[in-house]
């Protein structure tokens, strides 16, 4: 089979804008991702630690964002076996936040992917879709000045 010239530039053009989009896609996805670094989630919650200060034992970080009423009955059922259980409770919860928003952070970025491939997908294949129809429709506007 042999390849005119509007054929040619359609693949040249083709091959290009699919090697662009890729790069974009990558490039303006991974900026805009949010972290799932379970460290920085650490640090953002002892960042905004509510402090409980215990008998003999000192002051233990509880995450924030639980309720008075939960941190009150980790620290009966700690205090009822040792101080150190308070702590160990206390650096659990941490734990489940910030895997929590790790997993939240993965599955937001997921569809952040998700969409942002579909959406550059849909572009390039316009793009190519319109260089080829106006590439077969110029030829054929051509071909009719020829025949006369």
Known sequence: MKLNGWKRV?????V???LLSCGL????TEASLQSEDLNQHMA??????KVVNIKLF????FPAQLPEEEISRIVKEGLSTSPAAVKEAAEKEFMKIAWQLVDQARAENE????KTYLFSSLIWIGAVTFIYVFGWSV?????GFDDY
């Open 10 to 14: 359609w693949i040249v053009f083709t």
């Open 16 to 18: 290009f804008s699919g």
């Open 25 to 28: 896609v990558i490039f303006l």
């Open 44 to 49: 953002n919650l002892l960042g905004n630690a």
């Open 58 to 61: 000192g002051n233990v970080q």
């Open 111 to 114: 569809m952040k992917r998700l």
């Open 139 to 143: 030829a054929w506007v051509r071909r």
